[in-house]
C-alpha cells in the first residue's frame, strides 16, 4: 500500500488503546454513549493529545473466533477514521447483538455519523457541565452542586 504524501501512516499504536480494565471502569462511569445500529459508543474525555479505543466483546456474539473477528473489524474501523474523529476522549466500543456480520466499511460509516454528535472535550459532557468558575478543588469542600431547589406550590387560601 503506497504511503499519502504529507500524511504520517494511520497506525494503532499501543499508547492509543485502552487495556487497563480502570481505564474501561472510568469510561463507563462517565455514563456517556451514543447508540448507532452496529455498535454502542461509551465515550469519556481523557485529557490528552489523542484519543484512544477500547473494545468490548461478550461471549453472548459467538465462539472465541466470532468475537475476535469482531473485535479486528471493530479496531480496523476506529484504525481508518482516527484522523476524522475528535481528539482527546477515549472511546469503547461495543457491538449490538442483533448484527449479524459486521463489516469494517459499515461501522466506520456509523463512527463517523455518532462522532458528529460527540460534543467538544469540556463541553456538553458531564464533566464538562461543572462549574467553571468556582476554584479548583471548591467542588469537595462539602458543599452539594448540581441538587435541584425543592419547589413547593401552595393552595389559594394556606400560608406558612
Not at 463489516?103 to 462522532?115: I, M, W
Not at 471548591?138 to 387560601?157: L, N, T
Amino acid at each position: 500500500m503506497a504511503q499519502q504524501e504529507g500524511r504520517p501512516p494511520l497506525r494503532l499504536r499501543p499508547h492509543q488503546r485502552l487495556r487497563d480494565p480502570r481505564d474501561f471502569q472510568r469510561v463507563y462511569a462517565g455514563q456517556e454513549a451514543l447508540h448507532g445500529p452496529t455498535v454502542v459508543v461509551f465515550f469519556r474525555v481523557n485529557g490528552l493529545a489523542f484519543s484512544r479505543l477500547g473494545v468490548s466483546v461478550g461471549r453472548k456474539h459467538g465462539n472465541a473466533v466470532r468475537r475476535n473477528r469482531i473485535k479486528r473489524v471493530l479496531r480496523e474501523a476506529f484504525r481508518l477514521s482516527q484522523r476524522l474523529l475528535p481528539s482527546g476522549f477515549d472511546f469503547v466500543l461495543i457491538p449490538r447483538r442483533q448484527v449479524k456480520e459486521y463489516r469494517t466499511d459499515e461501522v466506520r460509516d456509523v463512527l463517523l455519523r455518532l462522532a458528529a454528535k460527540l460534543p467538544c472535550p469540556g463541553e456538553g459532557t458531564r464533566e464538562g457541565r461543572r462549574r467553571t468558575d468556582e476554584p479548583p478543588g471548591a467542588s469537595d469542600s462539602g458543599v452539594r452542586r448540581g441538587v435541584s431547589r425543592r419547589i413547593v406550590i401552595k393552595r389559594p387560601g394556606q400560608d406558612s
